[in-house]
Nanobody, 124 residues
Framework: QLQLVESGGGLVQSGGSLRLSCAAS????????IAWFRQAPGKERVGVSC????????NYLDSVEGRFTMSRDNFKNTVTLQMNDLKPEDTGVYFC?????????????????WGQGTQIVVSP
């Protein structure tokens, strides 16, 4: 059964960098859209970035523009989220997720498989 496994979270100082990875386990995701969402403490889960089944990237947060970059490798069934110049407001749990279709979305309801999440804490 297909599962998504995230890695790469941790504690970092403001201005630092982290690279998150998500790998498919037990199968492959084919042409499904894959996205990163994040959830800050006490807040709703929001979309960060998504790459469609055809390789089109969509970014959903103005606050991370120019700092976060998502990439996708369909041969390895992995996605990454390179996060630079991290800020305390980037703190939260980051989730990798798969849609049942090739199109991207910034709504959590449009995704049918979620990883367990990886915690990011950015200290001032």
């Amino acid at each position: 059964q297909l599962q998504l496994v995230e890695s790469g979270g941790g504690l970092v100082q403001s201005g630092g960098s982290l690279r998150l990875s998500c790998a498919a386990s037990g199968g492959d995701w084919g042409f499904s859209a894959i996205a990163w969402f994040r959830q800050a403490p006490g807040k709703e889960r929001v979309g960060v970035s998504c790459i469609s089944g055809y390789g089109i990237r969509e970014n959903y947060l103005d606050s991370v523009e120019g700092r976060f970059t998502m990439s996708r490798d369909n041969f390895k069934n992995t996605v990454t989220l390179q996060m630079n110049d991290l800020k305390p407001e980037d703190t939260g749990v980051y989730f990798c997720t798969k849609a049942p279709v090739f199109a991207c979305s910034n709504s959590p309801r449009d995704f049918d498989l979620w990883g367990q999440g990886t915690q990011i804490v950015v200290s001032p």
